[in-house]
Each structure stands twice: as C-alpha cells, then as structure tokens.
C-alpha cells in the first residue's frame, strides 16, 4: 500500500509539472502571436522563472 500511495504522489507531482509546463507554452504562443519573437522570449524567460519558484517551494515543502 504504501508503494502504491508513493506511486500516486509522483504520478501528480509529475502531471502539475506538465500542466504547467504546458500552460507556459500558451503564454508564449499567445506572446509570439501578440508580440512577436522579443514578447514571446521575455514570457519564456518569466515562465521559467516562476516554474523556478514553484520546485524551489516544493522541495521544501511550501515552508518559509
């Protein structure tokens, strides 16, 4: 059982980091079609940056 429940939390940890990896992209393709190339660069670069943020809170567990 408790394999399974480990198993369980990867299997989500894993599909949050693909939603927002994949909603990331939305906002660099609506960017480049706004904006062009330097708007779609400057969403990348902000995206990567909270996606920084979110596994840096994570490993720690959400503590401050």
Known sequence: MKHLK???????????????LAGS???VRAAWE???R????L????????YAVV???A???GRR
């Open 34 to 36: 706004l904006g062009g």
């Open 25 to 27: 992209a939305c906002f």
């Open 6 to 20: 480990a198993a369980g939390r990867r299997l989500a940890l894993y599909l949050d980091d693909l939603l927002l």
């Open 55 to 57: 596994i840096a809170r």
């Open 38 to 41: 330097p708007a779609a660069l």
């Open 43 to 50: 969403v990348a670069g902000g995206c990567l940056g909270a």
């Open 59 to 61: 490993r720690r567990g």
